[in-house]
């Protein structure tokens, strides 16, 4: 079953999925918070009104006539109910409930310890009230009484016209509150509309950008954060200019090494078929199946040399044996050798080792190698093939009784399709695999006769990656 694509999300969407909720919440908790510290500072304000009204009245007890009496403090309640715009009760009553003056009818206070003041909000006359509550002792006994008694005196207003004011107070907070989160939320879509448009032009850099440009982007206007995934993006352009470099060589070279093989084979096959002689037509046919042979190993060195190229752009190659692919190679070529009556000298390490290499590369690097050393060995020579271990690096080597290279051929080691007795695209193909696995070619004349040819490549793990400039 084919499995659901997955749904595409912008960046704005994105991050109005997680900045939206986040302003909603905030400001649900300022508007929250608003509204619980606005009721406190107005009861505070409140309650501070009606301490003062609770101690007015304390002062104004009178005890003169031998009961309880209060002179009422008339100009401040004219003046609290000014202020409140509200109702305004009062109650003086006995510790013991006997003598009550006032609003008879309030609701009763909590228990209230001597000297203490109480505030609580109530229900009185179908109208919510805030109320409060002074518990003191009377300078002198009631009633001929053995000691002072106390009295709790109740002062309430009205909530109604705080309830309104709050609800003015709120309602202003609200609306400040929804204005500064659109202006704040209106701000943040601006900034970060203005963040994405360097993206933006990045895009429309891309849309104008001819297909056959592998130019390096530039990072320079760009925003930090954006930077590292054009680094990541420059360095895969790298990657396929190297490869287009890589894929147009090998066409100039298939079409360089090709064309004249192909014109001579034509030739021959006109000449064929021309010819009445039987002799002449076998004779021909025979020198095209050495132009065939010729051709055929021609484009495998050539294949293999692309693949090289390739690997040396990137690519990772695997834990080898570099003692089994050496003898592989000389078991391949045993045949090519006997039938020059060659001897295969070869020579391994005793310790097993494994090192991080492209099998199929190196095999066909040892196995041009050896071709050659085949090819311009004289008949009964030996061919010297070795294995030598060093700190971070091994060596292929081999060696035989031919006549060597010259000078300038040694100086031009690994040039493609330079003539120099039949090396050429052989010790290219060479040099590439080196390369792609961070080591080199080393090639020189034996003292008498024969070319001794080193290949050696690292043994870390690495990359296997070399500049473009060096493909």
Same mark, same amino acid.
């Not at 079953?1 to 969407?13: E, F, I, Q």
């Not at 009818?105 to 206070?109: D, E, N, V």
């Not at 002062?155 to 009205?158: F, K, Q």
């Not at 004249?260 to 010819?275: G, K, W």
């Given at each position: 079953?084919?499995?659901?694509?997955?749904?595409?999300?912008?960046?704005?969407?994105t991050?109005?999925?997680?900045?939206?909720?986040?302003?909603l919440?905030?400001?649900g908790s300022?508007?929250?918070?608003?509204q619980?510290n606005?009721s406190?500072l107005?009861?505070?304000a409140?309650?501070r009104?009606?301490d003062?009204?609770?101690r007015?009245?304390?002062?104004?007890i009178?005890l003169q006539s031998g009961?309880l009496?209060?002179?009422?403090?008339?100009?401040?309640?004219?003046s609290?109910?000014?202020?409140s715009?509200?109702?305004v009760?009062?109650?003086?009553?006995?510790?013991?409930?006997l003598v009550q003056?006032?609003d008879a009818?309030?609701?009763?206070?909590p228990?209230?310890?001597?000297?203490e003041?109480?505030f609580?909000d109530?229900?009185?006359?179908d109208?919510r009230v805030?109320?409060?509550?002074?518990r003191?002792?009377?300078?002198?006994?009631?009633?001929?009484a053995?000691?002072?008694?106390? /009295? #709790?005196?109740e002062? @309430?207003? !009205?909530a109604a016209?705080?309830? +309104?004011?709050?609800?003015?107070?709120a309602? *202003?907070?609200?609306?400040?509150d929804?204005?500064?989160?659109g202006?704040?939320?209106?701000?943040?879509?601006?900034?970060?509309?203005?963040?994405l448009r360097?993206l933006?032009?990045?895009?429309?850099?891309?849309d104008?950008?001819?297909?056959?440009?592998?130019?390096l982007?530039?990072e320079?206007?760009?925003p930090?954060?954006v930077?590292?995934?054009?680094?990541?993006?420059n360095?895969l352009?790298?990657?396929?200019?190297?490869l287009?470099?890589a894929?147009r060589?090998?066409?100039?070279?298939?079409?360089?090494?090709?064309?004249?093989?192909?014109?001579?084979?034509?030739?021959?096959?006109?000449?064929?078929?021309?010819?009445a002689?039987p002799?002449d037509?076998?004779?021909?046919?025979?020198?095209?199946r050495? /132009? #065939?042979?010729?051709? @055929?190993? !021609?484009?495998?060195?050539?294949? +293999?040399?692309?693949?090289?190229d390739a690997? *040396?752009?990137?690519?990772a190659?695997?834990?080898?044996?570099?003692?089994?692919?050496?003898?592989?190679?000389?078991?391949?070529?045993?045949?090519?050798?006997?039938?020059?009556r060659?001897v295969?000298?070869?020579?391994?390490?005793?310790?097993?080792?494994t090192v991080?290499?492209h099998?199929?590369?190196i095999?066909?690097?040892?196995?041009?190698?050896?071709?050659?050393?085949i090819?311009?060995?004289?008949?009964?020579?030996?061919i010297?093939?070795?294995l030598?271990?060093q700190d971070g690096?091994i060596?292929?080597?081999i060696?035989d009784?031919g006549?060597?290279?010259s000078?300038?051929?040694?100086?031009?080691?690994?040039?493609?399709?330079r003539?120099?007795?039949?090396?050429?695209l052989?010790?290219?193909?060479v040099q590439?695999?080196?390369? @792609?696995h961070?080591g080199?070619?080393?090639a020189?004349?034996r003292?008498?006769?024969?070319l001794?040819v080193?290949?050696e490549i690292?043994r870390a793990?690495?990359?296997f990656?070399v500049?473009?400039?060096?493909?």
């Open positions: 079953m084919k499995p659901m694509p997955r749904t595409r999300v912008s960046l704005r969407a991050v109005a999925l997680w900045m939206v909720p986040t302003v919440l905030f400001f300022s508007w929250w918070l608003t619980v606005v406190q107005a009861d505070s409140y309650d009104t009606l003062g009204a609770l007015a009245i304390e002062a104004n009178s009961g009496g209060v002179d009422l403090p008339y100009a401040l309640f004219a609290l109910r000014t202020t715009k509200g109702t009760y009062f109650r003086v009553t006995s510790a013991d409930g003056i006032g009818a309030l609701p009763q206070p228990d209230l310890k001597p000297n003041t109480h609580f109530a229900e009185y006359l109208q805030r109320i409060g509550a002074l003191t002792t009377l300078p002198a006994p009631l009633y001929g053995g000691q002072a008694q106390d /009295v #709790i005196i002062v @309430a207003e !009205t016209p705080r309830e +309104a004011s709050l609800e003015l107070i309602n *202003a907070a609200f609306w400040r929804v204005v500064v989160t202006l704040g939320l209106g701000l943040m879509i601006l900034g970060f509309g203005a963040a360097p933006e032009r990045l895009r429309q850099r891309f104008r950008r001819d297909p056959s440009d592998l130019s982007l530039d320079d206007q760009l930090v954060e930077r590292p995934l054009v680094q990541s993006f360095a352009l790298l990657r396929h200019a190297a287009a470099g894929q060589r090998f066409l100039d070279d298939a079409s360089h090494q090709l064309r004249t093989p192909i014109s001579v084979l034509r030739m021959q096959l006109d000449h064929a078929l021309q010819t002689d002799a037509r076998e004779e021909t046919l025979r020198a095209m050495g /132009v #065939i042979e010729r051709s @055929a190993r !021609t484009t495998a060195q050539m294949l +293999a040399l692309a693949r090289a690997t *040396a752009i990137g690519q190659g695997d834990q080898v044996d570099p003692a089994r692919i050496l003898s592989e190679v000389a078991r391949l070529h045993l045949q090519g050798a006997r039938r020059k060659l295969l000298d070869l020579d391994l390490p005793e310790t097993p080792l991080p290499a099998e199929t590369l095999y066909e690097a040892l196995s041009n190698l050896l071709d050659n050393a090819r311009h060995s004289p008949m009964g020579g030996t010297q093939l070795s030598t271990v690096s060596r292929f080597g060696t009784e006549p060597g290279m000078a300038e051929g040694l100086a031009r080691l690994g040039e493609r399709f003539s120099d007795g039949g090396h050429g052989g010790l290219a193909l590439s695999v080196a390369r @792609a961070g080199r070619v080393i020189q004349n003292d008498g006769a024969g001794d080193q290949l690292s793990n690495a990359d990656t500049p473009v400039t060096d493909l």
